[in-house]
């Protein structure tokens, strides 16, 4: 079965000191620190493209592991609402050319924000295994750096730039269990662009997350046959830290078994990099970890969540 063989990434070095963004709106330490819980946002250079960042990650996968050769790549998707230019070619074609892949690879992007990597690794496994292919890479960029208004006191303390890289095929290590998807087009007003400005009503969505998210994954586990105790940990969408603290605390159902200390919490030097979270999380903390069970879940723009299980084959 096609499952998660290994994430790399790409993170910019430079940046935002998110402290000195917050004293300009007047937030103190404790603020930045507990409710947005990021210290550095990364920031592109002007110069790079979002196709220039999934390009930096796909290649930090393929020095990671030198037994992939790109002429073994069979098929590849990006996920990213915030395409090259215009959009137009898509994305996913620009990096095949940039990378050097072979031309009879399989590309195109998904048009998804912070559910995004939970969508396209499903859709990459179906894909691949219906067309009987070996090797597939989905990549996640969505630079927010292009649309946030930098003196929008309810954004631009929020939102990295960053890409992954996550290696689809046979053998692997991390396989995909059960999953679970939605969507509420009536949301759509809450998260979105006009004249190329990004736009968020923070406790819509906020609110959004307490009230589906943690329910969700209850209804997942249930449909798995699992319990609470059966999940090593939980990676979600790193939103905000106020975000992943409410809805850690929201998913308890006994408070004296509190599964609050399993949600995996950690942006303090990326921020939300929206379909890169997840990702990002997975490969700093679950391959050389002692997981077995692991819960995913992403929700944002759409309004737009989804939520799976990965386990470690035996």
Not at 108 to 130: N, R
Not at 256 to 284: R, Y
Request: proline fraction near 4%.
């Amino acid at each position: 079965m096609i499952g998660i063989k290994s994430i790399a990434s790409y993170v910019p070095a430079a940046g935002l000191d998110n402290y000195v963004q917050g004293a300009k709106f007047g937030k103190d330490e404790a603020f930045m620190f507990g409710k947005i819980g990021a210290s550095f946002l990364p920031r592109k250079d002007d110069e790079q493209e979002t196709s220039d960042l999934c390009v930096e990650a796909v290649n930090n996968l393929f020095a990671a592991n030198p037994q992939l050769k790109r002429e073994s790549i069979d098929a590849l998707i990006v996920v990213t609402q915030n395409g090259d230019e215009e959009g137009l070619p898509h994305t996913a074609a620009i990096v095949q050319h940039k990378l050097g892949l072979p031309t009879h690879v399989a590309a195109f992007d998904i048009s998804l924000g912070c559910s995004g990597y939970v969508y396209g690794i499903y859709a990459l496994k179906g894909f691949m295994e219906a067309a009987g292919l070996k090797n597939g890479l989905l990549v996640t960029a969505d630079p927010y750096s292009k649309i946030v208004n930098p003196e929008d006191r309810n954004t631009t303390m929020l939102f990295g730039d960053a890409a992954t890289a996550t290696w689809m095929g046979e053998s692997a290590t991390w396989q995909l269990g059960r999953a679970k998807f939605g969507t509420d087009g009536g949301g759509a007003p809450h998260l979105k662009v006009t004249d190329g400005e990004f736009y968020m009503n923070g406790r819509q969505v906020f609110n959004f997350a307490l009230i589906k998210v943690p329910a969700h994954l209850h209804e997942l586990l249930g449909e798995s046959g699992l319990e609470n105790s059966d999940i090593d940990a939980f990676c979600i969408h790193q939103g905000s830290a106020a975000i992943v603290d409410a809805v850690a605390r929201r998913f308890e159902e006994d408070p004296e078994k509190s599964q609050a200390d399993k949600f995996i919490k950690d942006m303090l030097e990326t921020g939300n990099t929206v379909s890169s979270s997840v990702p990002l999380l997975l490969q700093k903390h679950m391959f050389d970890s002692t997981w077995k069970r692991v819960a995913i879940s992403g929700f944002g723009v759409g309004l737009s969540w989804g939520s799976a299980i990965l386990y470690k084959a035996e």
